[in-house]
């Protein structure tokens, strides 16, 4: 295959990719599998579970990324259930195969327009000769408009700036001036004006009066523009010249345009090039024209799916479009005026309000106004229907809310295309809230699951992405609850899945209660951290609340733990890549769990250095010596459970 024959090929599929939307249904599936990957990760850390069931998961995820591609390429999810795939249109004739090879947007099920009943060969219409005499025009007033735009703005820039009085008054004859021309061209180009004396006017008779009518007040704006430029020069004022010249240079290209007007309708060839009529003059237009078609040509009426208010005083303009919109399959409702709108939006939901402006009681603007101050419509589409032809009264209204200012009697088949528009949005918008909403459960579970596996400080970094996470002590006090040592055999036992879990759920409960730092896992138990945060802290006291607290439990759910209470230095942080875990080292932590092996069920011993910081607080009894492993002989002291529960920080 040739080079270019393949680029084409990859070039098709990759559009009919987009046609389908498969790229937005592979984004959604790789978000969708982050979350889920990271969500798994910390319930798998959280439980313990074996490390082969993370990778059970990854390839899980990774073997449904090509049934998701495959399901996006061959079905739609609309809102009339799950279909198959409309086929990539196919060009007809050579004339078609640019625009075959950009296909137009899918529409959905909403909009779709109902199939021919057979194939038949697309024939190209002839285009209406007063639609190409008004394109012309509109491109010419364009064109003529570009260089009228920068004289106003960069005249009013200027005057924002707040000039001296006699550069102010020079730039305020400049702007006057070009508020004339833009009257000018309008008053000229009128699509009025394209019939003269019942013939077609030649282009050229267009051009002669384009040329007369705008020569003067083009010439005055270069006059002042040069002399101000050559005035600035003079006073040292550099700043505003570099604005002054490009007046200068929009208004001298607004001078060659007004002078070769047939080269601006016909794309750049010569004014003396074509002596022909209007209608053919502009062969630029007219290509655009024909790739666009004329409206609605070939295309069987769209059936429309949603409910729309139409707000209007006039029983007229109401029934009008009621009765529009009803046949195109949208449900239609009709209100007087604001207040009867805003009843009507009270009792239910619309996707889409159509709202006149001038209205008696409440007109439209105020109206727009109480709908966005609502919480529950700050979504719903508004199109403003007026009669006042103002870009200011447009703009207010944007501003205001509105998604569309649109000038009354609006053109049917135009309203029909915006109300199908903005009611796509209006589903669009509530699509995303439900996502948002999803997410954010997500995200709160992934927080209560953060929480639960790290301490409140470490897993508010851990969520913000920060991994290398380690914490030193000088002194900490660890709390060690673990099985006693006969179910520390192989296996355990068949009670010990069913203990651990509530020693879990115990440690939970108290190490919040008492303010615990963290919470440990370890093989056959857990330990509760009580470093000191500061100075003068009194952890050893909040750990021997927690671990009173902890056997008292143990007593009443008839599962007794041992417990054990030591003193020392601690390293704590964060380990692992993949499966992340908080873990403790050092002799505070290893002691503490070592402790645990001669201390009974539902007792607490303490160790030497943890009785120092507490006997001047509790009483606790000598228990004896204990060879610990790796620490020697230790005199070992028992601590009774009715010790009281502190306030954390007390």
Sequence with gaps: MPRNARADAVLTFLREARRRKVYVT?????????VMKEVAELVITATRAPAVTMQIATILLLLGFPVVVVLAWLFDITSEGVRRTEPMPVAHSKADTTLAAAPLPRMTSRSRSRPPAAATPEVVAPLDPLRVKR????????????????????????LEDEPAPELSADLERIRAAGRRLLVLIDEILSPERLVNDGEVRTLESFGAQVAADLRTPTSSVIGYSEMLIENAKEAGND??????????????????????????????????????????????????????????????????????????DNSVNRDLLSRQLARRGYIVETAADGVAALEKLAEREFDVVLLDVIM??????????????????EDLPVLMLSSIDEVDSAIRCIELGAEEYLQKPAQATLLETRVAANVTLRRMRAREHVYEAQLGAARERLARLAHAAFPV?????VLHGELAIEETFAEATVVACMLPRDMRGAGGGRDLLPRLRALSEVAEKVGSEQGAYARVARTFGILLLSPALQAGDNHAERAAAAAAAMARSAAETGVPFSIALHTGPLL???????????????????????????CAPGKIVVSPTTYALLRDRFQMDAQGLAAVAGRGQMKLYQLPIEVQALTPGA
Excluded: C, F
């Excluded at 012309?136 to 200027?158: D, F, K, S, V």
């Design 26 to 34: 592979v984004a959604g599936y790789v978000a969708l599998a982050l």
């Design 135 to 158: 394109a012309t025009l509109g491109h010419m007033r364009h064109e003529l408009r570009t260089p009228i735009n920068g004289i106003l703005g960069y005249a009013e820039m200027l």
């Design 239 to 312: 700043i505003i010249v570099p604005d002054l010249e490009r007046i200068l240079t929009s208004a001298r290209r607004l001078l060659e345009l007004s002078g070769d007007i047939t080269a601006v309708a016909t794309g750049g060839e010569p004014a003396h090039a074509s002596d022909a009529a209007l209608t053919a003059s502009s062969r630029l237009t007219e290509s655009v024209l024909v790739k666009m078609g004329p409206s609605g040509s070939g295309l069987a009426a769209a059936e429309g799916e949603g409910t729309v208010l139409i707000v209007d």
């Design 360 to 377: 008696p009681r409440m007109d439209g603007v105020e109206t727009l106004q109480r709908i966005r101050a609502d919480a529950r419509l």
């Design 457 to 461: 400080r470490i897993a508010t970094r």
């Design 572 to 598: 704590a942080g964060v380990i692992g890549k993949e499966g992340l875990r908080y873990e403790a080292w050092g002799d505070a932590a290893d002691t503490a769990e070592a402790l645990t092996l001669h």
